[in-house]
């Protein structure tokens, strides 16, 4: 099963702050290793830059597992 997307939905018309990272199983494409990821966010509390230098952290992190793996 692929990972498509993940949704939530507030019925109650309730303002959601929090985000929400969903991340899908790690496959190999072409030779790379691929990980789904799904965020929402809402723009009251997040900007776009914040969105970014978490992208690339994770990017960064995902790259080098030996400075986070022990």
């Given at each position: 099963m692929?990972?498509?997307?993940?949704?939530?939905?507030?019925?109650?018309?309730?303002?959601?702050?929090?985000?929400?990272?969903?991340?899908?199983?790690?496959?190999?494409?072409?030779?790379r290793?691929?990980?789904?990821?799904?965020?929402t966010?809402?723009?009251?509390?997040?900007?776009?830059?914040?969105?970014?230098?978490?992208?690339?952290?994770?990017?960064?992190?995902?790259?080098n597992?030996?400075?986070?793996?022990?």
């Open positions: 692929d990972f498509k997307h993940f949704s939530i939905n507030s019925y109650e018309n309730k303002p959601y702050y929090f985000p929400l990272v969903e991340s899908g199983k790690i496959h190999e494409e072409n030779g290793l691929i990980m789904p990821l799904s965020m966010l809402h723009h009251a509390t997040t900007d776009g830059y914040h969105v970014k230098v978490f992208l690339e952290d994770l990017q960064d992190q995902m790259n597992p030996q400075n986070w793996l022990k």
